[in-house]
């Protein structure tokens, strides 16, 4: 029996695909969480919104835990959040960063002018890179660190009021 070069060369190309495939379904995912939680965040620099400040993780050390929050003026769920990050603002513990993701300045101020301003410190991130060294893959989302610098907790989707409450049991921990 006489094995068909086509044949066997397209046999091979098969199985190289499906171990590739199969071999991606046990690697670890880039944008899941779980796998963040109690890391170190990753060194970043990130020029403010409307001045030419620039802030870095070391600046993250000055507060005993840092909320690092994700947002657009373009986001309807940024808005509902919005409440939650204001009544946060309220704990000396606690430094809130408001990280502008791929929006207009113009818009970014107007969307704070209308609901008051929470964060610390804003920076922009319009082309998205930024987040994706934190592991944000849609906003809002918003990350808890600690003095340390590592990750506590992280919130896909808006802060609602039993993230607040979560938020403020660790803040509150001795």
């Given at each position: 029996?006489?094995?068909?070069?086509?044949?066997?060369l397209?046999?091979?190309?098969?199985f190289?695909i499906?171990?590739?495939f199969?071999s991606?379904l046990?690697?670890?995912?880039?944008?899941?969480?779980?796998?963040?939680?109690?890391?170190?965040?990753?060194?970043?620099?990130?020029?403010?919104?409307?001045?030419?400040?620039?802030?870095t993780?070391?600046d993250?050390?000055?507060?005993?835990?840092t909320?690092?929050?994700f947002?657009?003026?373009w986001?309807?769920?940024c808005r509902?959040?919005h409440?939650?990050?204001?009544?946060?603002?309220?704990?000396?513990?606690?430094?809130?960063?408001?990280?502008?993701?791929?929006?207009?300045?113009?818009?970014?101020?107007?969307?704070l002018?209308?609901?008051?301003?929470?964060?610390?410190?804003?920076?922009?991130?319009y082309?998205g890179?930024?987040?994706v060294l934190?592991?944000?893959?849609g906003?809002?989302?918003?990350i808890?660190?600690?003095?340390?610098?590592?990750?506590?907790?992280?919130?896909?989707?808006?802060?609602?009021?039993s993230?607040?409450?979560i938020?403020?049991?660790?803040?509150?921990l001795?």
């Amino acid at each position: 029996m006489k094995i068909n070069l086509k044949f066997l060369l397209s046999f091979a190309i098969m199985f190289m695909i499906i171990a590739m495939f199969y071999s991606a379904l046990n690697k670890e995912k880039i944008y899941t969480t779980e796998n963040q939680i109690g890391k170190k965040i990753s060194s970043f620099k990130l020029e403010s919104l409307n001045k030419k400040k620039i802030i870095t993780e070391s600046d993250l050390l000055n507060k005993k835990f840092t909320l690092i929050n994700f947002w657009a003026s373009w986001c309807a769920p940024c808005r509902l959040e919005h409440k939650y990050l204001i009544l946060l603002k309220k704990n000396s513990n606690l430094n809130i960063i408001g990280i502008n993701f791929k929006d207009n300045k113009k818009n970014a101020n107007s969307f704070l002018e209308q609901l008051s301003n929470p964060y610390d410190f804003i920076g922009k991130d319009y082309n998205g890179k930024v987040s994706v060294l934190f592991g944000v893959y849609g906003i809002p989302e918003s990350i808890l660190i600690d003095e340390q610098l590592n990750i506590k907790k992280k919130f896909i989707g808006p802060l609602n009021e039993s993230d607040y409450n979560i938020i403020n049991q660790f803040i509150k921990l001795p």
